[in-house]
């Protein structure tokens, strides 16, 4: 008896079924807001400050730290887009950094030097 070969084309059939993820996206942006919001409330009381900062003996006008941290918690956003796989839903990279950038040295100086 001779065995016969049989070639068989791939097909879409033949693909293992996709894995399922065991949180929600729903789930893990409600826990961030929720962090987010607890370290405002912890932070804010102890935030009452003049516009001028001492760091190492030298007088740092508040908006130079409140850019610094803008641009910080930029980069940390980025890299929560990063690992989240999460870039194909936004739109254009340099108008979303930009505006998160804005956001985050705004939002730094409404909490931190209102007064």
């Not at 059939?13 to 961030?32: C, D, E, F, Q, Y």
């Not at 870039?87 to 030097?113: D, V």
Request: aromatic fraction near 10%; charge should be positive; charged fraction near 10%.
């Amino acid at each position: 008896m001779k065995a016969q070969v049989v070639r068989v084309a791939p097909s879409n059939s033949n693909k293992p079924p996709p894995v399922r993820r065991t949180r929600s996206r729903r789930v893990a942006i409600t826990g961030l807001l929720l962090l987010i919001a607890t370290l405002i409330f912890v932070v804010r009381p102890v935030s009452h400050r003049s516009p001028t900062i001492d760091i190492v003996g030298s007088y740092f006008p508040a908006w130079m730290v409140c850019i610094i941290s803008g641009l910080t918690l930029t980069l940390i956003a980025h890299w929560i887009v990063q690992v989240c796989r999460l870039k194909p839903y936004l739109g254009p990279a340099p108008l979303i950094y930009s505006s998160l950038m804005i956001i985050f040295t705004f939002a730094t100086w409404i909490l931190f030097y209102q007064n």
